[in-house]
């Protein structure tokens, strides 16, 4: 399951969507307004459309959705207890497999200075009451950090296979003692990767609190404001009906 999520990695292309700033590729928020069968048909839409555009293959965005199958299926029991409504089961499911295509969108087609960039700006208001350049930097880090930790639990899982730990068990006692095997060695992990990244930064005289400039800038394009323009009619539709 882990080999195929592959969200936070840079796919380096010159699609049209590559080229797009990245404030407007991070503010697109419409998907979390999922309130009727029209909504999630425009919003298949547009973000079909947009992986089309992005010059890369479908197949690596489905192997996402295949990767929390798992989570569907633990939402839709969640629901199924919680809720009667057959719709609003549906409506989380698509929200969540939106969520996973969208974060997969905007990781493959924005490399990791353009979202540190487009975070920063969105959070510039703010910029008197918080580090908003280091909440940007801490944000970008997190997100790039999920296929390295995702390589690093498969080469675990592997590794206790070998030892004879069985992770394909179907009793719920033995697959919880099998996934917190796991757990000490991940923790371990990311304190070291967190450690070296911080050592890196130190090196690189990254100063924290002070204002950075940057050597390339994003200018917002004809393109954008278009594209902004829809985003604004989709989210006043599935708002409004």
């Avoid at 969200?7 to 991070?26: A, C, D, E, M, W």
């Avoid at 419409?30 to 459309?49: C, E, K, V």
């Avoid at 409504?85 to 295509?101: A, C, P």
Wanted: charged share 20%; glycine share 2%.
């Amino acid at each position: 399951m882990l080999n195929n999520i592959t969200i936070g990695r840079y796919i380096n292309k010159s699609s049209v969507v590559h080229k797009l700033n990245p404030v407007f590729k991070i503010m697109i928020i419409s998907i979390f307004f999922i309130d009727s069968y029209i909504d999630i048909t425009l919003l298949s839409m547009y973000l079909l459309l947009t992986m089309l555009y992005s010059d890369i293959d479908i197949k690596v965005y489905l192997k996402n959705i295949y990767g929390i199958k798992i989570f569907l299926i633990f939402i839709f029991i969640i629901d199924l207890i919680f809720f009667t409504s057959i719709n609003r089961i549906i409506f989380d499911i698509f929200k969540l497999i939106f969520i996973v295509l969208y974060s997969s969108i905007l990781t493959y087609t924005t490399s990791i200075t353009e979202l540190t960039f487009g975070i920063e700006k969105l959070l510039r208001p703010f910029n008197k009451l918080i580090p908003v350049g280091d909440i940007a930097m801490i944000i970008t880090l997190s997100i790039r950090y999920i296929p390295t930790l995702t390589e690093e639990a498969s080469r675990i899982i592997k590794a206790q296979k070998l030892r004879g730990i069985n992770f394909d068990t179907k009793n719920i006692k033995e697959k919880i003692i099998s996934i917190s095997g796991i757990l000490m060695p991940m923790f371990s992990l990311s304190i070291k990767r967190a450690e070296e990244s911080a050592d890196i930064m130190d090196i690189r005289l990254y100063n924290y609190g002070k204002s950075r400039t940057n050597y390339r800038t994003n200018k917002w394009t004809k393109i954008n404001s278009l594209l902004l323009i829809l985003n604004i009619l989709i989210l006043i539709i599935i708002i409004c009906y």
